[in-house]
């Protein structure tokens, strides 16, 4: 088992900048990836940046290549999301999510999120 707590979500204006954290308990063998999806009313979920927790090679959504960047923080098992030139179209619920190696690339484990809302 696997829990997630999420933080550091606000308000910001367009251009500004916030930093995700999410830290994870439980076994290293259920966070075999780790990664940040994120929800806008009336839209779906979409994946916005992963990482593999052995290698620490990432991967993007095409609409955050450049702003975002995703770490991970073994000793502190802390995952953050740093964000950059924050759009008014980044504005959604961001959720931190877990796969297990028996799951991937489906995510299996989730956090309860934390609301990010970009003004223009």
């Known amino acids: 088992q696997v829990q997630l707590v999420e933080s550091g979500g606000g308000s910001v204006q367009a251009g500004g900048s916030l930093r995700l954290s999410c830290t994870a308990s439980g076994s290293t063998y259920s966070r075999y990836y780790m990664g940040w999806f994120r929800q806008a009313p009336g839209k779906e979920r979409e994946g916005v940046a992963a990482?593999?927790?052995?290698?620490?090679?990432?991967h993007y959504a095409d609409s955050v290549k450049g702003r975002f960047t995703i770490t991970q923080d073994n000793a502190k098992n802390t995952l953050y999301l740093q964000m950059n030139s924050l759009k008014p179209e980044d504005t959604a619920m961001y959720y931190c999510?877990?796969?297990?190696?028996?799951?991937?690339?489906?995510?299996?484990?989730w956090g309860q999120g934390t609301q990010v809302t970009v003004s223009s």
């Open positions: 990482i593999y927790t052995g290698g620490g090679s990432t």
């Open positions: 999510a877990a796969a297990s190696r028996d799951s991937w690339p489906e995510y299996n484990y």
